[in-house]
């Protein structure tokens, strides 16, 4: 019976944000009466960035407005759990901007998939540019959210854009220590000197004009997944696979920016981002979760670490029962942090 009642809750889910995904492909369309969305694009240097600009159905337009960048997890699209964010956020009265990063979704950049945490980190200041000039948005009220590994990046982009003005991050991600010692330190020393022999010479290969790799950064089967000592490996599997399945979102990233995320050390300058506050919101049985009290520790403050009690790092991605709570945890910091 409860398995029953998972799987329809699970498959109603999926309807939910496909549904979603396509309403945000026609530009200016309207969600729920409440939100319009906008596609928009914007430069990263010579990349054409694309995003989805959320406007509050509501909004003053004789006025300028708080906004706040939304940034998606390694590996994912605008159209996912960064679009559920930035909607929900536009229906308490934000302006907000949810982006596929550079080389992802709908945004140019090649390789394809390359998750190099030094351009997604550029993504976010670009986003800042393009919000900073936008007639309805107030460049002095500008925050930052990010999910998973967006919420690392958008904390390590905090620390030298002082144009953010808060920073938030759900279920916090730090890709550099997941790629050097993986989650719950399942990585060795050797292994990590190996992978990047391996990259050296895949380098090379693709220098010759050989064919880009790519590898997985979840699961490939069922098997696989139950067979993951991981649990955000797992529930990652599902939600990116089955319940939030994009085309844009594969799975798979390009070999060779393992490198650069292995050379990625997001929360080493937290304490640079004080005065301006940092929310950290995390599940309390989330695998990940040792990465929010990482960075929280070394933040100064005004800085939180809020727990949603019996939510995995997933479940914050889209579950009915957490992201209502999430939404107005982040309604009265962006409201007081930006007003």
């Known amino acids: 019976m409860g398995q029953s009642v998972s799987r329809s809750i699970g498959m109603a889910l999926a309807l939910l944000l496909v549904g979603l995904a396509a309403r945000l492909q026609a530009a200016g369309s309207n969600i729920h009466g ?3 969305v906008q596609k928009v694009s914007f430069p990263h240097h010579s990349v054409r960035m694309v995003g989805n600009l959320f406007l509050p159905a509501n909004l003053d337009r004789t006025k300028k407005h708080p906004a706040i960048v939304v940034t998606h997890p390694f590996g994912g699209v605008k159209e996912q759990a960064a679009g559920l964010y930035a909607q929900k956020l536009a229906e308490q009265g934000f ?3 949810a982006f596929d990063a550079s080389h992802y979704g709908e945004s140019g950049g090649e390789p394809r998939q390359a998750e190099v945490p030094t351009d997604r980190v550029e993504d976010i200041r670009c986003a800042v540019d393009y919000l900073s000039n936008h007639p309805q948005v107030d460049a002095q009220r500008i925050g930052a959210l990010g999910i998973c590994a967006g919420g690392g990046y958008t904390m390590n982009a905090a620390q030298t854009e002082h144009r953010i003005k808060a920073a938030a991050g759900i279920s916090t ?3 550099g ?6 989650v719950g330190g399942t990585i060795s020393f050797e292994t990590r000197m190996k992978r990047l022999e391996e990259i050296a010479q895949q380098r090379s290969r693709e220098a010759r004009g050989e064919p880009v790799r790519y590898i997985s950064f979840l699961p490939e089967s069922d098997a696989e997944a139950a067979a993951n000592p991981s649990v955000t490996y797992r529930e990652g599997y599902d939600y990116y ?3 939030a399945r994009h085309p844009h979102s594969t799975g798979k990233y390009a070999f060779t920016s393992l490198g650069f995320q292995m050379a990625f050390f997001p929360f080493e300058q937290m304490e640079t981002i004080s005065p301006r506050p940092i929310l950290l919101v995390a599940g309390s049985k989330a695998d990940t979760l ?3 009290q990482a960075a929280y520790h070394k933040a100064k403050e005004p800085r939180e670490l809020f727990m949603v009690p019996g ?3 997933i479940d914050l991605y889209y579950k009915p029962e957490f992201v209502p709570g999430v939404v107005m945890k ?3 910091f962006f409201g007081k942090a930006l007003k």
């Open 311 to 313: 939510a995995s790092h």
């Open 173 to 175: 991600f730090d890709v």
């Open 177 to 182: 220590t997941a790629r050097r010692e993986g």
């Open 290 to 292: 040792f990465m929010s």
């Open 34 to 36: 409440d939100v319009t």
């Open 241 to 243: 696979m089955k319940i």
């Open 95 to 97: 302006i907000t901007l």
């Open 330 to 332: 982040l309604k009265a």
